[in-house]
C-alpha cells in the first residue's frame, strides 16, 4: 500500500517562503511521477510542479515556474517543493501525488490530467499580503 504525507505548510507573508516535504512509502515501480497540486477554496485543483523518479525530469505550471523548485531525495523516498517570492495567489491546500510512469507516458502529461493513483492527505500554505 502506497502511503505519502506531506508536511511543512504553513502562514507565511507575501515574499517569503516555505519548504513542502512528500515522503513516500509503499512504492515498488522503479519509475513513477510524483507531483504537487494545488487546490484553493472554490476553485479546482491545479498541477504545480511534478518530478520523474528514477529519471529525474521536472516540470512546472507556468504560474509557478521560477518561483518553485521541485526535487527529490531518493535515499529518504521524500519529494520537495521549494516555494520562494509566494504570493496570495499561491494561497492553497497542496496535496502530494504519485502515480506509476508506463512506457510512452510522461510526468507532464500527468500532471496536466490529474491522472494520479495515491493522493496524500494536503498540507495548507497561507500567505498574506
Known amino acids: 500500500q502506497v502511503q505519502l504525507v506531506e508536511s511543512g505548510g504553513g502562514s507565511v507573508q507575501a515574499g517569503g517562503s516555505l519548504r513542502l516535504s512528500c515522503a513516500a512509502s509503499?512504492?515498488?515501480?522503479?519509475?513513477?511521477?510524483m507531483a504537487w497540486i494545488r487546490q484553493a477554496p472554490g476553485k479546482g485543483r491545479e498541477g504545480v510542479a511534478t518530478?520523474?523518479?528514477?529519471?529525474?525530469?521536472?516540470y512546472y505550471a507556468d504560474s509557478v515556474k521560477g518561483r518553485f523548485t521541485i526535487s527529490q531525495d531518493n535515499a529518504k523516498n521524500t519529494v520537495y517543493l521549494q516555494m520562494n517570492s509566494l504570493k496570495p495567489e499561491d494561497s492553497a491546500m497542496y496535496y502530494c501525488?504519485?502515480?506509476?510512469?508506463?512506457?510512452?507516458?510522461?510526468?507532464?502529461?500527468?500532471?496536466?490530467?490529474?491522472?494520479?493513483?495515491?493522493w496524500g492527505q494536503g498540507t495548507q500554505v497561507t500567505v498574506s499580503s
Open positions: 518530478v520523474e523518479i528514477g529519471g529525474g525530469e521536472t
Open positions: 509503499g512504492y515498488t515501480y522503479s519509475s513513477y511521477c
Open positions: 501525488a504519485a502515480a506509476r510512469l508506463f512506457y510512452g507516458g510522461s510526468c507532464r502529461g500527468l500532471l496536466a490530467d490529474l491522472g494520479y493513483k495515491y
